[in-house]
């Protein structure tokens, strides 16, 4: 076998091929001889049909067959031998036919992953967020604790308000006349959630108990149901009961139904859960801004392979973390085709942004050292709330654990790049975005 190889770009290479014409007869007599065992011609048993009458009636399944061996064969032995970091599949631009005592040639495009060699990645010039505690996030947390544990219970008010949630008997009208889908009995609706037709809430805030009222309201335009859509309707609606939330008491008794002995405990529990999340908000903004630096001193050529791996690699994140959720990507209007379109760049910056930091750590040799490799899996042990050897067993196989080596690294390259990089500290977007506020009211 012959190959030759050539450049088409930075991200592809056209490989040539020809191979020996002892190969392919070797070959096609290996393929004759498979399909005599099995080929079924009127006149001869099973396994003695002639090579003659096999060339005559199955010369196209030969080729078919002597075809895809010798391609499988000879490809990936090239890719082997001349080294090609290939990241797809091949795309077959020309071949010959297969003959007897005739050489086959074929000529083959391949993506490769791009050979990145990284500049100006010292020194980079970073602002990163000052953290300043906000002192009514904790409050503001424990606030949504008590909304989230609220119990509905009968009010004592006569009249309904925003934010109650009421059991009605309803049924719609539309020219005098009942439609399908618009009765409903001891009908649970809280006030104010928007989840009726616009207008409907409105009118039942304030009606009493046992209190019969027709509202009138039309339906939009862009309604799911088009014998409905855009057409004015009444619906008579009787109140039968009024509910409204009731929050518990922010104490020592509510603590406890989150696991801790009190409320200072909880508190303690949340400041430090609310620094934490803060603290590796600015790190991670930190970082994206490195990288986004980065791939703008260190523009990449991405091969289409690698986008659509990306892709694919991200559409199955967000699926997976709506389906812990209840959810499904259908439900927001999320199809795969319209993910890739709408997150094709992002997928190709990631794609850069690992890329480059691969090449930093080769240029500055950067290692994961095995002590770091078990301080990271106790690290992932502790936050899956695992056990260690169990986190163990997992990236033990030869594909986890080249994966956890490369994060290990990755996270050793930004870390080596943030120590060299030039970073000023300022003020955090929420108060810098006050300030401003602030001096447009002054100049005004």
């Known amino acids: 076998m012959n190959v030759k190889v050539e450049d088409v770009s930075s991200i592809k290479k056209k490989l040539i091929f020809e191979v020996a014409p002892e190969t392919v007869d070797k070959e096609i007599s290996r393929a004759f001889k498979k399909i005599g065992k099995t080929a079924k011609i009127k006149g001869f048993r099973a396994g003695k049909v002639p090579l003659s009458v096999l060339e005559k009636y199955y010369g196209a399944q030969m080729e078919q067959e002597v075809l895809g061996r010798l391609i499988n064969d000879t490809y990936f032995q ?34 490769i992953k791009p050979a990145v060699t990284a500049k100006d990645y010292t020194g980079v010039a970073l602002e990163k967020e000052k953290f300043v505690a906000d002192p009514k996030a904790v409050e503001g947390r424990l606030e949504e604790m008590r909304t989230s544990r609220a119990q509905l219970e009968v009010s004592k008010r006569k009249k309904t308000r925003k934010g109650d949630s009421v059991e009605i008997d309803f049924e719609g009208f539309i020219g005098g006349e009942a439609f399908a889908g618009g009765k409903g009995e001891d009908y649970l609706l809280e006030l104010g959630s928007g989840s009726f037709i616009p207008g409907f809430e409105d009118q039942v805030i304030g009606m009493q108990r046992e209190e019969a009222k027709d509202v009138n309201v039309s339906f939009p335009e862009d ?171 997992y990236y033990a196989g030869a594909e986890a654990r080249s994966g956890l080596l490369a994060q290990i690294a990755e996270e050793k390259v930004v870390g080596f790049l943030l120590e060299n990089a030039k970073i000023k500290e300022v003020a955090p977007a929420k108060a810098k975005k006050q300030a401003a506020q602030q001096a447009d009211k002054e100049d005004a």
């Open 78 to 111: 090239a890719l082997e031998e001349h080294d090609i970091p290939a990241v797809g599949e091949p795309s077959i631009v020309d071949s010959s036919g297969v003959n007897k005592g005739e050489a086959f040639t074929y000529e083959a495009e391949v993506e």
């Open 223 to 393: 309604y799911g149901q088009a014998e409905l859509a855009g057409k004015p309707a009444v619906f008579k609606v009787v109140l039968k009961e009024i509910k409204e939330k009731v929050v518990p008491e922010l104490d020592d008794e509510f603590a406890k139904g989150f696991g801790v002995e009190s409320l200072a405990e909880l508190r303690e529990q949340l400041q430090k859960s609310y620094e934490t999340q803060e603290t590796n908000r600015v790190e991670n903004d930190l970082r994206e801004k490195l990288v986004s630096t980065l791939i703008e001193r260190n523009p990449i050529d991405v091969p289409e392979a690698m986008i659509a791996k990306q892709l694919d690699y991200m559409y199955e994140n967000i699926t997976n973390r709506m389906q812990s959720q209840g959810m499904s990507p259908a439900m927001l209007g999320i199809t795969p085709e319209n993910f890739r379109e709408n997150y094709r760049d992002k997928a190709i910056e990631q794609i850069s942004g690992t890329l480059i930091l691969e090449a930093v750590g080769r240029q500055e040799k950067v290692a994961a050292e095995e002590s770091e490799i078990d301080a990271k899996l106790e690290e992932i042990a502790t936050m899956a709330n695992a056990p260690v050897d169990m986190v163990k067993k």
